[in-house]
C-alpha cells in the first residue's frame, strides 16, 4: 500500500529559489504548489504519513485517539466489508490562499486528482481501491488539532482485493 502511496505523490523536483513551495509529481495541482498530502492507516499498526520532500514514510501518534476512532467508524460505515488499509487526504491550505483568491476551489480539485492518481496506481499494483465520499475532517483534528489550516479533503479505502 505504501509504495502506491509514493508512486503517485513523490515529489519529481523541489523548487528553490523563486520556485521555492513548487513541486514536480505525478498528478496534477493548481500552480505546482501540491496542498494534498496522505496518511495511510492500518486500523491494527496505526498512522504512517509520506512525506513528499523527503521521500520517507513516518509514524505518527494522534493527539485525539477517540477522533481517530470516529474518524476509521465513519470509513467503516460507508465500506463494513473492506478488510484493508484507509488512506486519509489532509489539505495543507495555507500556500494555496495566499497565492489564489478562491483558492478552496482549486484545492477540491487537486484532491479528486490525487484520489483519481491513488485510483491508477492501484489498479496497476493490481490493489482494489475504493474512494469512501467523506472528507474526513476528524483525521485532520485527530492528528494536527483543530488548526483551520488543516482540511481533510477525502478518503480511501485500499488492500487486496476479495475473489468470491
Partial sequence: MAAVVREALKADYIGTGMHEGRKR??????????????????PDEGAIYYDDENDVFVAVQPRDQALLGTYLAKCEDVLPTARGHVIGLIADVRDLSSVYTDH??????????????????????????????????????????????????????????IHE
Fill in 104 to 161: 478552496e476551489t482549486l484545492l477540491w480539485r487537486d484532491a479528486g486528482a490525487v484520489l483519481q492518481t491513488l485510483a491508477l496506481a492501484s489498479e496497476a499494483s493490481n490493489l482494489g481501491f475504493c474512494p469512501l465520499g467523506i472528507l474526513g475532517q476528524e483525521l485532520a483534528d485527530a492528528l494536527l488539532g483543530n488548526d483551520q489550516a488543516f482540511v481533510g479533503v477525502g478518503a480511501a479505502a485500499i488492500g487486496r482485493r
Fill in 25 to 42: 509529481k505525478r498528478v496534477i495541482s493548481a500552480g505546482a504548489l501540491h496542498p494534498v498530502n496522505c496518511v495511510l492507516i492500518d
